[in-house]
């Protein structure tokens, strides 16, 4: 099982950044997929998921309205649109594998890949 993330940066204050976390050696379809920061200092946090079919959504108060998670089974890869970046974005962003994305992140998640580093700053 691998999940791999990538599209992390350094972007300003009030941009933009798209996350992609593809999914290798599993049934990618069988699984929610859930997104996890951690910031310096902080323990890890749920941020948003998506559930199997991509019809259940789920996003923590932080960033509700800024970030849009969105899957393609085709692709074996869920995407996370980050938009109106704050500095307190900042962190390590990796993705988790979980039972299902029910209106929270309780998943519960069994297995997460490296993350990739979102930085905003000036």
């Known amino acids: 099982v691998q999940l791999q993330a990538s599209g992390g940066g350094l972007v300003q204050p009030g941009g933009s950044l798209t996350l992609s976390c593809e999914g290798i050696d599993f049934t990618f379809d069988d699984w929610g997929i859930g997104w996890f920061r951690q910031r310096p200092g902080k323990e890890r946090e749920g941020v948003s998921c998506v559930s199997s079919n991509g019809g259940s959504t789920y996003y923590s108060d932080s960033v509700k309205g800024r970030f849009t998670i969105s899957r393609d089974n085709a692709k074996n890869t869920v995407y996370l649109q980050m938009s109106n970046l704050k500095p307190e974005d900042t962190a390590v962003y990796s993705c988790?594998?979980?039972?299902?994305?029910?209106?929270?992140?309780?998943?519960?998640?069994?297995?997460w890949g490296q993350g990739t580093q979102v930085t905003v700053s000036s």
């Open positions: 988790g594998r979980g039972w299902e994305c029910l209106g929270n992140m309780d998943g519960p998640y069994d297995f």
